[in-house]
């Protein structure tokens, strides 16, 4: 799934571990490691410079 807030992967997180605990699945990661850091620069590209 696609997460839009850290809540939201958390969620979804805890909900896997309670799932696996259950029955003990691996948990599937849908984008690689690029995709993710290229959306995390998105946000950080608006942030940079606004004077924090």
């Known amino acids: 799934s696609d997460h839009r807030s850290v809540q939201a992967l ?7 571990v309670k799932a696996w605990n259950e029955d003990p699945q691996p948990f599937v990661w ?10 995390l620069s998105r946000p950080m590209q608006r942030t940079t410079g606004a004077g924090h």
């Open 10 to 16: 958390e969620k979804d997180l805890r909900e896997w």
């Open 30 to 39: 849908t984008k690689t490691a690029e995709e993710i850091l290229e959306s």
